[in-house]
């Protein structure tokens, strides 16, 4: 019992730190790059009508050009369980995006 507690308070301790990290996520900024976290994230950027830039080999996210508002609305209801800046991802990340 005392291992099976632990073991479910080791996952939770994982999930917390990425999850505040989306939590507070910066809202994206139309014409910039966004990063689209999905399930199956190719299918919603097609879908949401914006242009993958990369890295297309995230599980469940990749960066995108959202030209406007209606892009990122659309990317959400195609299914995107978040839309955030992708500058600010990409900082954490120690990647500058120029």
């Given at each position: ?10 996952l ?8 505040a990290?989306l939590?507070?996520?910066p809202?994206?900024v139309p014409g ?54 992708g500058a ?11």
């Amino acid at each position: 019992m005392h291992a099976f507690l632990l073991g479910i308070a080791f996952l939770a301790t994982g999930l917390i730190g990425p999850l505040a990290v989306l939590a507070q996520a910066p809202a994206p900024v139309p014409g910039a790059p966004v990063a689209v976290i999905a399930m199956n994230p190719e299918a919603v950027i097609d879908q949401g009508g914006a242009r993958a830039i990369g890295p297309l080999t995230a599980r469940f996210g990749i960066l995108a050009q959202a030209d406007d508002t209606a892009t990122i609305d659309a990317l959400y209801a195609a299914g995107a369980w978040r839309v955030i800046d992708g500058a600010w991802l990409a900082t954490l990340c120690g990647v500058k995006i120029l």
